[in-house]
């Protein structure tokens, strides 16, 4: 019944080179051609039957044929947009629908059109082209799919995770961070978004973020660092792993996932604290002051760098603690190590080698005579009254002095060397230094 339409298309196109070309515009999988006179009669190519499944042969070329099998919300919107073309050519006919397959899977079609027009102007004809987009469909559901799961894992993490942008000028600019790093860092979304780490951090630490991003840029591969910030959430400590993100072997953009390792460091600076320095002084403990003075002497082996180790012990401490207790013993011994590292430079290293007993290491030169100053500014300084609340405490210091590499090259003997000078001290009355 609708073969009239097949071979008038077939003479139109002969005729008329845009409509051969309007139909090889798109991948087809099917053309449509109506007779909007007789809007019944409807000619459909074969493929697109094949694509719903049925055999074109049993087709008879009615609108009712595929209305049947259409959805129909989706008929309403097409029929919509069917009559605006009509009456308007520039209102383009262009509309995705779904059909009912013979199996009863959904079939998902792009359906385009083009009304052919009398001399009037009056829509007389209708040629239209299938394209079957199920595949695309599916990929864009599965790709939904994906995206609501990156979602769940993007702000379901207790990692802190924030989204940049690389850009041609190589700048950075943020473009979403997760509910952890929201909450982690006091920086929300509408904060963040589209900013440079310069305008949300401030130029110092952006600078010193950016820094970071350009490395990982420059290797185009992941790299994991611990970095501390001032940020509105307060000073944390981060370690943060960035992974570049690369299109056609460009770094487009760089994903980041900070874990907050804050008290995990303070705890082990603490335990570190502990094993390295005196409770009670805060000087660097026995095991801290062995450990200085082991890399002296490998410093001396590399440069030639010459020392004195000075072994310090107090007299007539005891007869505090004896007549004013331990407390105020206690705050004695904290006066005395405060004025000994008051004498000091900062490359030199005072410690308490535990009682009334202890030890510091000073940098010399040829002559001596430095470490002659500070010894001297070391004896007279302990000597000076310490007030301990109505208490004035008077105690004297005994130094023994042993130069490395002179006296000893080894630290065992080398502090053996300076208590030995230290007792010679103490023999000879009590209060004084001794270098030989």
């Not at 029929?79 to 009912?100: G, L």
């Not at 079609?109 to 102007?121: K, M, P, V, Y």
């Not at 995770?161 to 982690?184: G, W």
Request: with cysteine; net charge negative.
């Amino acid at each position: 019944m609708g073969m009239y339409l097949k071979n008038e298309l077939y003479e139109m196109i002969n005729k008329d080179i845009s409509i051969f070309e309007f139909i090889q515009s798109g991948s087809l999988d099917g053309i449509w051609y109506w007779d909007l006179l007789n809007p019944e009669i409807e000619w459909m190519s074969p493929k697109f039957w094949e694509t719903l499944g049925y055999d074109p042969n049993e087709k008879e070329h009615k609108a009712s044929e595929w209305q049947d099998i259409i959805f129909q919300e989706d008929l309403a919107l097409a029929t919509e947009n069917f009559e605006k073309h009509c009456k308007d050519p520039a209102h383009p006919y262009d509309q995705i629908v779904r059909y009912r397959h013979k199996s009863g899977r959904t079939v998902w079609i792009r359906c385009r059109g083009l009304a052919i027009r009398d001399e009037q102007g009056k829509a007389i004809r209708m040629l239209g082209a299938h394209t079957d987009i199920t595949d695309l469909k599916e990929t864009e559901k599965e790709m939904i799919r994906l995206t609501r799961e990156y979602e769940k894992v993007f702000n379901g993490t207790q990692d802190a995770m924030f989204l940049i942008k690389v850009l041609d000028n190589k700048q950075f600019r943020y473009v979403r961070n997760n509910l952890a790093h929201q909450s982690k860092t006091g920086i929300l979304l509408e904060q963040l978004r589209n900013k440079t780490p310069q305008e949300l951090l401030g130029k110092k630490m952006g600078d010193v973020v950016a820094e970071n991003y350009d490395k990982c840029v420059l290797l185009s591969k992941s790299i994991t660092y611990e970095e501390e910030l001032s940020l509105p959430g307060g000073l944390r400590i981060w370690q943060t792993t960035l992974t570049p993100i690369l299109e056609c072997d460009k770094v487009t953009h760089i994903v980041g996932s900070a874990s907050d390792i804050t008290e995990q460091r303070i705890l082990e600076r603490e335990l570190e604290k502990q094993a390295n320095f005196d409770s009670l002084t805060g000087l660097p403990n026995r095991r801290l002051f062995f450990t200085r003075l082991e890399e002296l002497i490998k410093e001396n082996k590399k440069s030639g760098t010459r020392f004195a180790l000075l072994f310090i012990d107090l007299d007539g401490f005891k007869e505090i603690n004896d007549n004013y207790g331990h407390e105020v013993g206690d705050e004695v011994l904290i006066a005395v190590g405060k004025r000994i590292q008051h004498c000091l430079r900062k490359s030199d290293t005072a410690a308490r080698m535990g009682g009334d007993e202890y030890a510091v290491l000073l940098r010399c030169d040829e002559m001596h005579e430095n470490t002659t100053k500070i010894v001297e500014r070391i004896h007279e300084k302990i000597k000076e009254p310490i007030q301990v609340g109505d208490h004035q405490c008077h105690v004297n210091s005994s130094i023994g002095i042993a130069l490395y590499p002179d006296h000893a090259t080894d630290s065992e003997a080398l502090l053996r060397n300076a208590d030995a000078r230290m007792y010679g001290v103490k023999r000879n009355g009590k209060g004084g230094f001794q270098f030989e």
